[in-house]
């Protein structure tokens, strides 16, 4: 993050802090006021301080307070200023973890929680990291040979549909009316090879010009 300048960029990088620690749903509620909860995840409760002096007890306790009965939830505090010795000792006793909040973007852990906490988001991070792919096995030259030869079917169907579908028009054009069979089928073959020859002709031609331009 850009170097942080206001309260609301500092909330902004607490919450991207704790979507690193595990938390991905870790939402800046941007509130203004300090008081309240500034970060909010399903799993975690946080509190930032950007200025006004070193957070102290009564401002850790405002937090611990803030989570009520939902002991299962984790409490994270970002500290601007630092913290006073005596509101490191209360975050010991009750489970906060203490963050500095320094103005490059940083969040160093402080007192006994937040290591652990970093600590726990490395090791995840470390244990799913994906394997290396398998080497692809060696193709076979059969599957070569066919593989090249549809490239090259395809490739000539893709160029000359026009005039594939030109020649095939004319020669059903010239050969049903008068053929032995089915009287509606060559009928309906006469109407499809009137109507196509034409077009695919004209498509052709059109297509010529185009590439000798």
């Known amino acids: ?9 500092a909330e902004i990088n607490a ?4 979507q690193k620690l595990g938390y991905g749903d870790a939402t800046a509620l941007l509130g203004g006021a300090d008081g309240g909860i500034d970060v909010y995840s399903s799993r975690a409760y946080a509190q930032v301080k950007w200025r006004g002096g070193s957070a102290g007890k009564s401002d850790l306790a405002n937090l611990y307070d803030t989570r009520g009965t939902s002991h299962a939830r984790k409490l994270l505090y970002f500290s601007g200023p630092g913290y006073t010795d005596e509101a490191v000792d209360y975050a010991d006793a009750v489970g906060i973890a203490l963050f500095r909040c320094e103005p490059d973007g940083e969040t160093p852990p402080v007192g006994a929680h937040a290591p652990t906490l970093v600590a726990a988001a490395r090791n995840s991070t470390v244990a799913v990291a994906p394997s290396p792919p398998p080497p692809p096995e060696p193709e076979s030259p059969a599957r070569i040979v066919a593989r090249n030869a549809r490239a090259m079917v395809a490739g000539f169907f893709g160029a000359h549909w026009r005039l594939l579908g030109a020649v095939v028009c004319t020669i ?11 009287v509606g089928l060559r009928v309906f073959a006469t109407i499809l090879a009137v109507v196509g020859a034409p077009v695919f002709w004209l498509l052709y031609v059109q297509h010529r010009h185009a590439n000798d331009r």
């Open 1 to 9: 993050m850009a170097r942080i300048r206001t309260a609301a960029e």
């Open 15 to 18: 919450a991207e802090q704790m």
């Open 172 to 182: 059903v054009l010239m050969i049903a009316p008068f053929g032995e069979g089915n």
